[in-house]
């Protein structure tokens, strides 16, 4: 059972106030809070553990390269990869995608084919936009329908030997829907096309299992789940990564270096030059071990019921209209009320001590499939609350009152 006081009592900035109003906040999907964990765990690591990883046979650096691992190993259980060496640190989902459109552009041909769909976060576009400006190759797009669906009868038509990558997110960050990957990775393998799932969305909310899915790369952020900023991981079938080319070069990711010839060190490292996130990468196993131990399972029960329960208010308010109405939705909500600009929306929550988004959410062909500028979004995490709900559900009709 879900200890409600436990539960906000752990995240310490629910508990501030914004506009002399309690904090609501329902920007998850851009960022989640930090739990009591993460926090300090990050003030021990500078107060006490402080080193840099990998490289001297001193306590200290012994100690946090130890730690440093540690939080391999429990990523790398988290989502049930099969070695820990599959794990590459990086700085965020927008670095993992990169990485990889970076190592493509080395090895794709004009004539191959990359497919993404039309509701991708612009990290998961752009990347791929100049991968295929570089090599010649071309950028296929899956759409979807007015409820937020894919269409994937187009991606079986567009898929063919020529696909090289399907890159493909799990869950939209502005619509909600819940991706059917296990099936469009399976269609890709049956193509030999290979898939990378954008999880940013997805790994504080859905269960994760790469094994089981046969993802070839999957990536995510610690900072939607929990955890710090500037660290993400990519996720890839051992392989499929050693036969890529190295991504940065630098320090740590070298065998040896000279002037003549240099070598690459093995997974991991191989892709992790220079001097990583060491202390985020550390505090990010709490907010994972966190997770597993309320279960990902009873987060998602959860969530779906503030999903259900705020959909139904949100669809009382008049002129209201919901964007994203996918069968298997996460707990993700955008709407525009008529006659009302989303931004005003925002401003007017605000203060009143709640957090939305407003805007494209960096999903400008979404916003142009929908023929609007932007939207107002709401997305929660565990932590939130049904009273939070009719708060805000009080505040949007209090909104609506004063700007129509
Ligand atoms: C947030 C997000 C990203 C980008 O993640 P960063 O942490 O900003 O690098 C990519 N894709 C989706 C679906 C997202 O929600």
Redesign the pocket.
């Given at each position: 059972m879900r200890n409600e006081k436990e539960i906000r009592d752990l995240f310490p900035l629910l508990d501030i106030k914004v506009n002399d109003r309690p904090l609501i906040y329902l920007d998850n999907?851009?960022t989640t809070q930090k739990s009591k964990e993460v926090i300090s765990e990050i003030e021990k690591f500078y107060s006490l553990e402080n080193s840099n990883i990998h490289r001297g046979v001193h306590h200290l650096s012994q100690l946090s390269t130890d730690n440093f691992e540690k939080s391999r190993i429990t990523v790398q259980n988290f989502i049930n990869a099969e070695h820990n060496h599959e794990i590459i640190f990086t700085?965020?989902?927008?670095?993992?995608?990169n990485l990889l459109a970076s190592c493509y552009r080395e090895i794709l041909k004009k004539d191959d084919e990359i497919i993404i769909s039309e509701m991708?976060?612009h990290?998961?576009i752009v990347p791929w936009q100049i991968c295929c400006q570089n090599t010649g190759a071309k950028l296929k797009i899956i759409p979807f329908d007015e409820h937020g669906n894919l269409d994937l009868e187009t991606f079986k038509n567009l898929l063919n030997t020529n696909t090289k990558l399907v890159a493909i997110?799990h869950?939209?960050?502005s619509l909600g829907t819940i991706n059917p990957i296990e099936e469009i990775i399976k269609l890709s393998h049956e193509k030999n096309a290979k898939v990378l799932i954008?999880g940013?969305?997805s790994a504080a909310h859905v269960k994760i299992d790469v094994q089981n899915l046969d993802a070839d790369f999957y990536c995510f952020?610690a900072?939607?789940l929990f955890g710090p900023?500037g660290v993400?991981v990519l996720y890839g079938k051992e392989e499929l990564l050693n036969l890529l080319p190295p991504y940065q070069g630098g320090g740590e990711m070298i065998k040896e270096v000279d002037f003549e010839k240099t070598t690459f060190a093995p997974l991991p490292f191989k892709f992790e030059a220079g001097t990583p996130n060491i202390c985020g990468v550390v505090a990010f196993k709490k907010a994972i071990e966190l997770i597993q131990r309320i279960g990902i399972d009873n987060i998602k029960e959860y969530e779906d019921k503030l999903l259900s329960y705020a959909t139904e208010k949100l669809t009382k308010i008049g002129g209201l209209k919901i964007y994203g109405q996918a069968k298997l939705k996460s707990a993700i909500i955008s709407f525009n009320i008529e006659g009302i600009h989303h931004y005003d929306l925002g401003l007017i929550l605000d203060k009143m001590g709640i957090a939305i988004r407003t805007g494209h959410h960096?999903t400008q062909p979404v916003m142009k499939k929908f023929k609007i500028a932007g939207t107002a979004r709401i997305s929660f995490a565990y932590y939130n609350t049904f009273n939070e709900i009719d708060k805000c559900i009080d505040a949007i009709e209090k909104a609506k009152k004063m700007l129509l």
């Amino acid at each position: 059972m879900r200890n409600e006081k436990e539960i906000r009592d752990l995240f310490p900035l629910l508990d501030i106030k914004v506009n002399d109003r309690p904090l609501i906040y329902l920007d998850n999907a851009a960022t989640t809070q930090k739990s009591k964990e993460v926090i300090s765990e990050i003030e021990k690591f500078y107060s006490l553990e402080n080193s840099n990883i990998h490289r001297g046979v001193h306590h200290l650096s012994q100690l946090s390269t130890d730690n440093f691992e540690k939080s391999r190993i429990t990523v790398q259980n988290f989502i049930n990869a099969e070695h820990n060496h599959e794990i590459i640190f990086t700085k965020g989902t927008t670095e993992s995608i990169n990485l990889l459109a970076s190592c493509y552009r080395e090895i794709l041909k004009k004539d191959d084919e990359i497919i993404i769909s039309e509701m991708e976060h612009h990290s998961n576009i752009v990347p791929w936009q100049i991968c295929c400006q570089n090599t010649g190759a071309k950028l296929k797009i899956i759409p979807f329908d007015e409820h937020g669906n894919l269409d994937l009868e187009t991606f079986k038509n567009l898929l063919n030997t020529n696909t090289k990558l399907v890159a493909i997110t799990h869950i939209s960050n502005s619509l909600g829907t819940i991706n059917p990957i296990e099936e469009i990775i399976k269609l890709s393998h049956e193509k030999n096309a290979k898939v990378l799932i954008d999880g940013a969305q997805s790994a504080a909310h859905v269960k994760i299992d790469v094994q089981n899915l046969d993802a070839d790369f999957y990536c995510f952020s610690a900072h939607k789940l929990f955890g710090p900023t500037g660290v993400g991981v990519l996720y890839g079938k051992e392989e499929l990564l050693n036969l890529l080319p190295p991504y940065q070069g630098g320090g740590e990711m070298i065998k040896e270096v000279d002037f003549e010839k240099t070598t690459f060190a093995p997974l991991p490292f191989k892709f992790e030059a220079g001097t990583p996130n060491i202390c985020g990468v550390v505090a990010f196993k709490k907010a994972i071990e966190l997770i597993q131990r309320i279960g990902i399972d009873n987060i998602k029960e959860y969530e779906d019921k503030l999903l259900s329960y705020a959909t139904e208010k949100l669809t009382k308010i008049g002129g209201l209209k919901i964007y994203g109405q996918a069968k298997l939705k996460s707990a993700i909500i955008s709407f525009n009320i008529e006659g009302i600009h989303h931004y005003d929306l925002g401003l007017i929550l605000d203060k009143m001590g709640i957090a939305i988004r407003t805007g494209h959410h960096c999903t400008q062909p979404v916003m142009k499939k929908f023929k609007i500028a932007g939207t107002a979004r709401i997305s929660f995490a565990y932590y939130n609350t049904f009273n939070e709900i009719d708060k805000c559900i009080d505040a949007i009709e209090k909104a609506k009152k004063m700007l129509l």
